[in-house]
Each structure stands twice: as structure tokens, then as C-alpha cells.
């Protein structure tokens, strides 16, 4: 819940009843037994390896606080698999703030803390750093790199866990670990496996993790059960200070394999993550006909921590968001997964496309969000397309979005071209409603295939939007204009910029449902000046056209 200062109120072991073990050494050697006391066979001396192995079996919760003598990082080098967090009956915290020297964030957008605990892995091929296995755990204000998997929560029981304030992946310095090399299947964090209602970062500046460097993905979620997990005010992909590129090698975050309810982002305070610099997606939902519900809200996706502004090192190298079904469809693409929201997002600099939606994706939203371009409007392309929708989508809603600079605008096709698929399957349903689609490159700025030539007769393809014919604007006057397409169809119009035939859009000025002819009479605002306008038709599939050639509007007299 929300504290009254705003930040996140993390559940904390300090209670009547709890056990506190306190960490005074670097070093690595296991408990001499377990029987309540965190001592190796040295006395006095507590490792974080013995303390993890009495809270296995405590029956009170545990608190496990840091007090190594000396300044500076204290780095406690592990070689073998650390113990499982895994005791269901006594919750665990970790807390690297508590040793002398530490100072959590205070920075509203970057990661300045100043980490005391370094838990160092031998290798990325190897051994998995904290393991969790039991709810309501809480790992905080440590830094964690070096290993397979940094932050793996696995099973049914990983439920209600809490990561805050952590470094993942990367040094303390925000470097990347010497071993850093790809390693498939490595994650900075990963659920899994049932792991349920766990928050990886929460609201407040304190709260925030850096999620970046890992050998091949950022957070990842795998398996049914995965369900109703947050993911929340991170950096993923760039180190502490936003600036430098430490992407992972794949994608930032990715969403897989029969999970659902995953919440990326949010609109409240600090709820968004900034996703990037990553090597190939900033978020990518994909594979599995129970992959569904899942939520990419408010994020700044390819900008600086500001979202105000990109460099190369924010770039993400392939997509900004890609919703994919299958891994490849031999012959049809036909359903699979679905029921995803992509909203109120900045979306920019990835070199090849904003959103990209494929095989056989379907019943999703995409709204609301800034493609290509920033908020004060600057150009901020994805290079080559804003948004892609192909290969048997089905039931995609494209709505509100401002889609500005990019390669190209909307291109929607009923082939594949990640991997390529020239089977033709039908990619319909997909309502482009209210957007804002200007100043792209080359071609139409709304364009089903086949490319660059607007569907009117003998140009369409059946299986793309149900071959939506654009429609003919005519007898414009200052303040109306009459339009034709199919009978009952919804139109809109919009003010259309002053270059191109077809389009683009700068802004919606009504919409109305054609007669059984398939004609209706539009008015708009009269203006002192010439202006054009152009419009978009959606039939009863919920299936949009291209845009119309546009026609020119006269200055009212």
C-alpha cells in the first residue's frame, strides 16, 4: 500500500516474535548448525550462506541485516548455489541497506544509492544467484551479477515476494560483469513455474531497481500458474544513471509460455519502468494459446529516464513492444495468444518497428500511446515501422495513438516476416480508430497489403482486413463533405496534412455511420484557411480501411 510520503510500505521481518542475523563477513562457509544461531564452525562469524540456511528452518520470520566491518562494497563471492529461500512458514528479508554506509535512492528518476552488499556469482553459465521458493519474502538494497539466473522465483508458493531498491545484474558501479556473455535461457530475474502476485519494484524512489546486463533477458515469466505478477519502476536496460547502454542481450522484458496477468508499468506515481537499450525488444508477449491479460501501461519504452528525449544508447534493437503467437506457423498462423493491453506507453527509437503484432495474436489493444514521436512532438522514429500487424491477427484494436515519424506508419499483411511466412493467413478485425498517423516515410500511412498502392478496385487482398476499400471523399465545402464506402459503415474524418494523397492525419473531426448506400454528408469546423482532409471506413468486422485520397477543403467566405 501507499504510506503517507508516498513510498511503497514493504512488508519488513522486524517484529515482535522475528529473528534478526546479522552478516559480518564476506566470506562464504555454511552454517555449523542449523539450531537458531547463523555461526559457521568460526565463532562469531555469520555468512549470508549460513544465515540463508537457518532461515529454511526457522519457525519465526527472518530478518537478515549486514554489518561488515570496513567502507566501501563489501563483496561476498559465491561459487556453489547459495540455499534456497524456501521455508513457507517464515518469511525472509534481505536487506543490503542496513549495512554502515549504505543510502538508499533518492533520485525521482535515476538509481543513485550507494550499495554496501555485492553478491558476486562465478559465471552466467553456471549457478543461480537468490532462489525463492516461499511468499512473502523481501529482497532489498543489494546488488546481485555474476550468476545464471540473479533473482529466480520458482513454484506455486513463490507468492507476494517484494524486490526494491536492487541493482540486478550489473556491478554496483552500473558495469557490466566480467562474464557477461550470452548464455540462452539467463535472466537478471525470472518467475516461474507458478510464481504468483510478487512486485519486482514498486512505487517510491527508494524502491526502484536496475534491471539490466543479464546474459539474455531483463525479467522473464514462463509457465501456467504465473499469474497477476507487477512489474514496476525499474530501469531496464540502462545503467544507474540512464545514460549508458546495458541492455541484455535479448529482450527487456519477456512474457511467455502460458503466464498471465502480468502489469508492466501503471499510470500512478513512479509506476512506470524505463525499457531501454536492450538488444533486441523492449517487452515481448508471446507463444502460447494461455499467454493472456497481460498489461504494458505508462512506460518509456527506447527514451532517456525523462522520457523526454532518445540517444543511441536508449535505442532497443529490434521492437518496442511485439505481441507474437507462435514461434513459427507452418502453413495458417491460427489463434493463439491474446486478450493483451498495450496503452499510454512512449514508444520510440527501436530500429524496426513501435508494435509489431503477429501470428495469430488476437483480441489486444494498443492506445493511447506516443509511436515515434515524444511528447512536445519531437521525431523520435522507430525505424522502420510504427506499427505492424500480420501473419492472422485477429480482433486488434489500434486506437487513439499518435503514430508520427517512423519508417512507416500502420502496414497490415496476412503474411509473416519474423521469420518469413508467404502462407497467406487472414489478418482481420484490425479497427483503426481515432489515430493520429502523420509525417512517416515511405508509402501510405495506413497501407494493407499490397504495399504502396491504395485498395480501391483490383488492388485489395481478401485475406487483409476484408479487402477495405478506401473510401472517396467528394462535394467539399467549407464546412461538409460527402463520403462514400460501404453500406452501414462507420466513418471517420480527419484534417489531413498538407503533403501526401492518402493521409496522413493530424486531427480527428467527427465520426458518422453511412446509409444503406454507403454515403454520408460530414461537417466540420469551417476555417479562414484552405486545409484538406481525408477519411478512414470500419465495417461491421470492425475492420478499417486505408486512408481516402484527400480533397481539398476551401477557406470559408
Not at 102 to 113: E, F, I
Not at 275 to 302: L, M, R
Not at 408 to 434: C, D, F, K, W, Y
Not at 494 to 513: D, K, V
Amino acid at each position: 500500500m501507499i504510506g503517507a510520503a508516498g513510498a511503497w510500505n514493504i512488508p519488513a521481518a522486524r517484529s515482535s516474535g522475528s529473528v534478526t542475523f546479522v552478516v559480518n563477513t564476506t566470506g562464504d562457509s555454511d552454517d555449523a548448525a542449523p539450531n537458531g544461531i547463523c555461526q559457521t564452525q568460526n565463532a562469531g562469524e555469520c555468512t549470508l550462506r549460513a544465515a540463508l540456511t537457518e532461515a529454511r528452518v526457522s519457525t519465526l520470520p527472518i530478518e537478515i541485516d549486514f554489518a561488515i566491518a570496513g567502507s566501501g562494497v563489501h563483496t561476498i563471492s559465491v561459487s556453489t548455489p547459495l540455499p534456497s529461500i524456501d521455508n513457507v512458514n517464515a518469511p525472509v528479508v534481505v536487506d543490503g541497506m542496513t549495512q554502515p554506509g549504505s543510502v538508499p535512492n533518492v533520485d525521482p528518476l535515476a538509481m543513485t544509492a550507494t550499495f554496501g552488499i555485492e553478491i558476486a556469482g562465478p559465471g552466467g553459465s553456471t549457478i543461480n544467484g537468490l532462489t525463492i521458493a516461499s511468499p512473502s519474502n523481501v529482497i532489498r538494497g543489494v546488488d546481485v551479477h555474476g550468476f545464471r539466473k540473479q533473482m529466480y522465483l520458482t513454484g506455486p508458493n513463490a507468492a507476494n515476494n517484494t524486490i526494491v531498491g536492487d541493482i540486478v545484474g550489473l556491478t554496483p558501479t552500473g558495469e557490466f560483469d566480467a562474464n557477461f556473455a550470452l548464455n540462452p535461457g539467463s535472466s537478471c530475474v525470472e518467475l516461474i513455474k507458478g510464481a504468483h502476485g510478487n512486485h519486482i519494484g514498486v512505487p517510491g524512489d527508494a524502491n526502484r531497481n536496475v534491471v539490466s546486463g543479464c546474459d539474455q533477458k531483463g525479467i522473464a515469466l514462463y509457465n501456467p500458474g504465473t499469474a497477476n505478477n507487477w512489474i514496476q519502476n525499474n530501469i531496464i536496460g540502462l545503467d544507474p544513471t540512464g545514460t549508458q547502454r546495458r541492455g541484455t542481450k535479448s529482450h527487456g522484458v519477456d512474457i511467455n509460455s502460458w503466464s498471465t496477468s502480468t502489469t508492466v508499468g501503471g499510470l500512478g506515481w513512479e509506476e512506470r519502468n524505463v525499457i531501454s537499450g536492450n538488444n533486441q525488444s523492449g517487452v515481448e508477449i508471446s507463444h502460447g494459446a494461455g499467454t493472456e491479460y497481460h498489461a504494458v501501461i505508462g512506460n518509456f519504452i527506447g527514451t532517456d529516464l525523462s522520457g523526454t528525449t532518445f540517444s543511441p544508447a536508449t535505442v532497443n534493437g529490434q521492437i518496442g513492444v511485439r505481441l507474437e503467437g507462435k514461434p513459427s506457423c507452418a502453413g495458417v498462423c491460427t489463434a493463439d495468444e491474446g486478450f493483451e493491453t498495450v496503452t499510454d506507453n512512449i514508444i520510440v527509437n527501436s530500429t524496426l518497428a513501435g508494435v509489431y503484432v503477429d501470428k495469430g495474436v488476437h483480441d489486444s489493444l494498443i492506445a493511447r500511446n506516443l509511436i515515434g514521436v515524444l511528447p512536445d512532438g519531437t521525431a523520435a522514429p522507430n525505424v522502420r515501422f510504427g506499427v505492424r500487424i500480420e501473419a492472422g491477427a485477429t480482433r486488434i484494436t489500434v486506437a487513439n495513438n499518435r503514430i508520427a515519424f517512423n519508417g512507416h506508419g500502420v502496414q497490415i499483411a496476412a503474411t509473416g516476416a519474423m521469420p518469413a511466412n508467404s502462407t497467406e493467413s487472414p489478418t482481420r478485425s484490425i479497427e483503426l480508430t481515432g489515430n493520429l498517423i502523420y509525417s512517416n516515410g515511405g508509402g501510405l500511412p495506413i497501407d494493407l497489403a499490397p504495399w504502396g498502392v491504395a485498395n480501391d478496385v483490383g488492388h485489395g487482398d481478401a485475406n487483409v482486413n476484408d479487402d477495405m476499400r478506401v473510401p472517396v471523399l467528394s462535394m467539399a465545402t467549407s464546412n461538409s463533405v460527402q463520403v462514400t464506402t460501404c453500406s452501414g459503415c462507420t466513418v471517420e474524418l480527419f484534417e489531413a496534412t498538407a503533403t501526401g494523397s492518402y493521409g496522413g492525419a493530424i486531427a480527428l473531426l467527427g465520426s458518422a455511420t453511412a446509409d444503406a448506400a454507403g454515403t454520408v454528408v460530414m461537417s466540420f469546423p469551417t476555417a479562414s484557411v484552405t486545409r484538406k482532409a481525408t477519411s478512414v471506413a470500419i465495417n461491421a468486422q470492425r475492420s478499417s480501411s486505408e486512408f481516402a485520397r484527400n480533397v481539398t477543403v476551401p477557406a470559408a467566405h
